[in-house]
């Protein structure tokens, strides 16, 4: 008996060890606006948005509050989510309108959005979206290994290296070094070359050391690793649970995550060992369909079930100190996008509960929006002006001064509004 003991604590050392964290599940109970979940991204300010299948988008903020933005053409697919330099999202939809119409890539600046159809009506589908080290968004496609480049202007489109009539391009990448590489149905590229040909690639990621981990879909490679000159390939025989294998990320402390195509739920591998997780341990469901690091080295899964998070404590990242110098100090941050065109968002921090104001005056010192008139407790907050006045009507392009103040502390920042 003793000996059966010491042998079921011992196969279950693995997890006791490398399962340190907290796992925490969002449902559409929770405010979530749909419990299929495709995919994940983080804006400028520190928002997390999650696209969902048939139900759109969703904000959770750093404050915790869910915005739900359901597109008014009805429901919509989201394939994946790409953050600009002005912190628009950039969307690449499965349907709008109700009928099946990929052709769509979509932007969406908290409050409008701008449909482009860079394949001119070809019904190429777009799967996934880039981003190149000029800021410039790239959308792959599902036929004849297209991949369209938008540089603020114009779409041109790209027949990526090695691909052939039925190659999907299913993931765009730019490693550390800025350059951008292209998975897809055949291999891995980059826009003038050829680097594996042969594997059907679905994802990639780059680790610290600008290695470049990708998943296939293929029955001899599983996990795959190109460290600039060598190719190496991680199968069922170092621990993987299959080889169709779906997502990759790699968090704060170097460890390569991936998910399985079948309903595995996800692994980690440390560069030695492989160490699975499922529903048993805290995902909301074993299909999952992306992988997202976040800024703090919390890791989210977005799943068929709603979207997961493991705060790691292995991962030695701090909060508490950062939080406490913040809210030591009563605080306008400078807004952002700024200059901007339609809307903008601004962020505060209280140190203490108070009765404040934030309001918007032209350069004559008139009043033109109050955007809070509010008792808050101490917090960091942020809230979005749509570019009217207390009346709702658009004013004109200029300089304005934004004003927090409470009874004790005023502060100011100058925006610019460019119509």
């Known amino acids: 008996m003793n000996r059966l003991i010491i042998c079921l604590i011992f196969l279950c050392l693995p997890y006791c060890l490398f399962s340190q964290g907290i796992w925490k599940t969002y449902t559409r109970d929770d405010g979530l606006v749909g419990d299929t979940v495709s995919c994940i991204a983080q804006d400028k300010i520190g928002n997390l948005w999650f696209g969902t299948w048939y139900n759109g988008i969703s904000m959770l903020d750093t404050n915790g509050v869910w915005t739900n933005f359901v597109n008014t053409d009805s429901t919509v697919s989201i394939y994946d989510i790409e953050i600009d330099s002005l912190n628009n999202k950039w969307l690449a939809l499965a349907q709008r309108g109700g009928h099946f119409n990929g052709t769509y890539v979509v932007t969406f600046d908290d409050s409008s959005y701008t449909y482009y159809d860079p394949t001119e009506g070809a019904m190429f589908n777009p799967t996934c979206l880039g981003q190149d080290s000029a800021g410039h968004i790239w959308c792959g496609t599902n036929l004849y290994g297209m991949a369209f480049e938008f540089d603020g202007v114009n779409w041109y489109d790209y027949i990526v290296p090695g691909t052939g009539i039925y190659s999907m391009v299913s993931d765009i990448k730019i490693d550390r070094k800025g350059t951008l590489f292209f998975a897809h149905e055949r291999g891995i590229s980059t826009i003038d070359d050829i680097l594996l040909l042969g594997w059907w690639t679905l994802d990639i990621a780059f680790d610290k050391q600008n290695r470049m981990w990708f998943t296939t879909h293929s029955t001899t490679w599983g996990l795959g690793m190109f460290d600039g000159e060598n190719w190496f390939a991680y199968t069922e025989n170092d621990g993987l649970l299959e080889y169709y294998l779906n997502a990759v990320a790699v968090d704060s402390n170097n460890n390569i995550w991936i998910s399985y195509g079948n309903w595995l739920g996800v692994s980690k591998f440390d560069g030695k060992q492989f160490y699975h997780f499922n ?12 992988i997202y690091v976040d800024r703090k080295g919390d890791i989210w899964f977005a799943t068929r079930g709603g979207v997961s998070v493991l705060t790691d404590t292995t991962t030695g990242v701090k909060y508490s100190n950062k939080q406490n110098k913040i809210k030591k100090t009563f605080s306008l941050l400078q807004n952002y996008p700024n200059p901007f065109n339609s809307s903008t968002i601004f962020r505060y921090i209280l140190p203490q509960y108070s009765k404040i104001t934030l309001t918007i005056f032209n350069l004559k010192g008139e009043e033109v929006k ?50």
């Open 370 to 419: 109050t955007l809070v008139d509010d008792k808050q407790p101490a917090g960091s907050y942020q809230i979005l002006w749509d570019g009217k006045d207390n009346f709702g009507k658009e004013v004109s392009s200029s300089i304005y001064i934004a004003v927090l103040k409470n009874d004790d502390f005023r502060r100011t920042t100058k925006l610019t509004l460019i119509r």
């Open 279 to 290: 529903q048993e341990h805290g995902l909301a469901h074993d299909k999952v369909r992306d």
